[in-house]
């Protein structure tokens, strides 16, 4: 009796996760099968499931419709020097608030916390007016300047920085290792999976970041890729979802592809962070 | 002798300054980037701006909340912002705690299958999970509707209708987020040691009893500090409405902060843009405080 | 090779007085441990002459120098750390090479020192490992070795051996005493365990509450404490003392007392039954309680004696000391050690 409750539950357990899994992962399978339909099949009622003859050039044609090519390279630049900057900025704020007591640190570490919860939806503006009067406006800075500090990420690496022993630092004192060697030779070494969820949870977030952009950006030259795609669909409004849907390929499947090699890497970087 | 007092004494200073110059570009990009324009967008709120003239930005005291907090438009937002609040973080809660209990114990490949694809949207763009359920949530050739008749019921008009787009726009919210909170509050649940399961099935507890009386209460702390993220969070909706609605029909999905992006870029009026910036900052910051308050509580229970 | 020197030294940790007007002066090559309960300030001093908490006033000179304003890796000291502070990134051979890397030193003879100072602790085919794959003892011999390879003129040693095994820590107390002797530079240890001192001290110095209690050689300490506080942290077991009436107090030490079924002769005499026998092998302890509930430590050979059998303990006049009441050692040449003996004696 027991032993028959229980493989009914196990079977409800399995249903109930296939289904998880379609809800999930369908939606993603049904953007690449509409970017491989024809205009009239992706538009038709009945809808298509699998497109009679797979579209490829659909691709190209999203390609070609904006300038994808340099959306793309602005993304990258923009994200590489995001993560760049953010690391110089943030290691040795991380490092200062975690292991030197000086005047004002409580403060001043309230300060980085206001950074993080303070939503971008309020400061945009007046940012967007200062980087116009820098007359910086059509260059790729007003994107990546402003996220300089990664408040969250001094906060994380403090974390992770406050459990190396003082002791290990005095050692090397006693070695007479200058701060920066400190930093590079023993704290950042020791940080490595922090440093990397940090660099990873940034680079995903920049990736995505769609409200930024647009609000700095007035011009095509300096758009990345979220900016570009949202526009495709104005452009195209609710026609031609084949070739919308092409070009959203073009920003999900990096992340996807990242996902199925790393996803357990990805998803401890996530919730690690998570809030406690 | 005096060369050596004068290295002692600047080294002396730069012990005491070395910390400071180690945050100051950190400090310096808040103070920029953060605390300048917080307050500049505050100091706006108060003024009739004028960006191509800065001469003729005058001091108009509160007249623009009074002028946002008059108009239907704005009223609507704030009560949209609120209701998609409510919703999605009710629905995302309630989902993520039944899946977190139920996945949470399990380590079998499937179960981990499972959570990465609950996962999988979290690290997806908005931008793109928005253009993917407007396609699906077609009135005539979408997949959603596909399903409904299949299954016998209406066709829906999802964001094509006053009356349902807002929960249109919720759905998708909820679909994102569920995946990354079931894996935070699984992370709460692995932090309950197993002694405690083994000694309420030592006590004949039955499983609901278990739920209700020892994991509940366990991983509520956690899951208020969840809720008040959650609930910052989806004040700050934006990305879906952009691309699922534009705000319509009729207003129906405006938000908060598509209210401030339409006020500057179609209306051009900064200083209701200010205004309704200002009213974001305010719940945000109450929030905030409030989350710190219990942060610090829970701090002192340990 | 360099002496040490305090000089009017205070330590203050935010409001509260650590260390106050502190002088001491430990001796150019000597092994110099200074020991006393948590808290007395010993690790401090230590830190001191490392540069890692630099004293609140008052002048620290190693070899004649004010090192005040001299960092710490340039102050010719080198540390050995309670918890070994191995870098936890580093191979063995990095971990040791570290220091002469940030001096600069040439790659011929950081490959020739590094050699030789693994060789001195047994460490040389580890070099390649990462310390995480290493014993606790292993990973003491390490830092050992890379405070061995900087050549420093002094050795600071925090409590290296607290967190060994109860073996390994004999074995490790031999190597530092040959190690000293193979280096002949300045050693100062630091421990709260008055066995390890004596075991491994030319020089004790003896700490309370931020003052130093006294500073002398092993058996001087033990022999002819200079106050009741050192008198009672050193020796194991205690001494046993008895307060008379003033508050002023005699005591002796476990092993000065005779013991037996009967009344022999002896200047302190006292009569009680024996409350807890412990078998230590060679020798055994007796706890022993008179009529007043006084209890008394004896360390004895015999082992006949078994627990409520009522015995009687003798000392003889010269192995017992007297303390004032300001608990200062009152000694033969001293004024009313006559009354205090009589007292005893009368007992």
Redo the contacts between chains.
Sequence with gaps: MYKKKQKIAGFIGVIAKILICLIFLFPFLWMISISLQTATESSRAPITFIPASPQWQNFVTAWNMAPFGLYLKNSIIIIFSIVILQSLVMVPAAYAFAKFKFKGRGFLFGLVLVAFMMPVQVTFLPVYYMMGDWRLVNTLIPQILPHMTNAFGIFLLRQYFMQVPDELLEAARLDNASELKILGKIMLPMSKPAISAIALLSFVGHWNDYFWPLMMTRADAVRPLTVGIAALKDAEGNNNWNVIMAGNMFLVMPLVLIYIFASKFIINSFTYSGIK | MEKGRKNKKSRHIMRILKPYLLIAPAILGIMLFTVYPAIKMVFWSFYDVNQLNPAKTKFVGMKNYVKIFHSTDFVKSLKNTGIYTLWTVVFIMLCAVVLAIWLGRKKDKFSKFTQAAMFLPHIISMISVGLIFAQMMGVNNGLLNEILVAVGLERCQWTQSSSTALMSVILVAVWKAIGYYTVIIMGSLQSIPDSIYEAAALDDASKLTTLRKITIPLISPQLFFTLIIMTIGSFKVFETIRVMTAGGPNNSTNSLVYYVYQQVFTKYDIGRAAAGGTVLFIIVGILTILYFALLSKKVHYQ | MASIEFKNVTKQFDKTVVIKDLDLKIEDGSFTVLVGPSGCGKTTLL?MI???GPQTSGEVLVGDQDVT?I????RG???V???Y?I????TVRDNIE??LK??KIPKEERERRVKEACEKVGMTEYLDRKPGTLSGGQRQRIALA?AIV?NPSVFLMDEPLSNLDAKLRVQMRVELIELHKKLKTTFVYVTHDQVEAMSMADTIVLMNQGKIQQMASPSVMYKDPDNLFTARFIGSPAMNVKAFEDGSCFGFRPEAAIMSKEKEDGWFKMQGTIAAREMLGSETLYTIRNEQQDTFVVKSGDDSHGVDETVWIHVPREKIYIFGKDEMRIRQQDDGYETYMGKVGAM
């Design positions: 830190r490392a540069g890692i304003d960092e710490p890796g340039k000291v080198a540390m750390f309670q918890n502070a870098y936890p990134t580093m570290f220091g940030n001096q890379r900087k």
